[in-house]
């Protein structure tokens, strides 16, 4: 009997190694990635040094596992869906709104997930766009590259007229919008009017930011020449 209990108080490597993550991504959220202790890690998670050090070997082990668990899915959904998307449009250029929804999703959809640790992740992911780590930050666009590559080619498709360089700058700018929205949901409660329940509702959220990210997008082309002069 005894030996039928200790079994069973015996955790499966997954689940140990997705407590430790889930400890990590709240700890790393609340306090960032360098005041975060080997101590408060361990004891948030209810496993010792020797268990983290199994499953991760070192602490930037472990930081890129918390970012490679949530943006690996993130990113894949958003490229199975452009995959759907251009399917179904059988060669014809995607609509920029659609190319829009497309992407940013699965990123709204994670704001949603409050028990699960989507919130959690994503409002760490906030901290890494102010973060001086390098390192993470190098970390973070490798993970983003193959998505970012083939949006970018759904919507130079999509805007054959537009330069290349501008399509840059738009995007780049469209990217900033949506991290900033996702990171920094809390802001709404400072504009009069709005209500704090909206700031978790995807649907609202996608429809509000497909609107604000499609005029961004498409609005008219200054001449560099024109803008130097007006500056």
Partial sequence: MEIAVSLRQIKPPHETRTRILDAAEELFMLHGFEATSMRQLTAKAGVNLAAVNYHFGSKDALIEAVFRRRLDVMNAARIAELDRLEKEAAGRPLATAAIIRAFIGAGLRMIEDARGGGRNFIRLLGRTYTDPQKQIRSLIGQLYAPAMERFKGA??????????????????????????????????QLIAGCKPEDRYDARLLEARLTAFLQAGLLAPLHEAKDVKKAA
């Fill in 155 to 188: 919507f130079e498709r999509a805007l054959p007229q537009m330069p290349r360089d501008e399509l840059v700058w738009r995007m780049h700018f469209m990217f900033g919008t949506l991290a900033y929205t996702l990171a920094a949901t809390d802001t709404v």
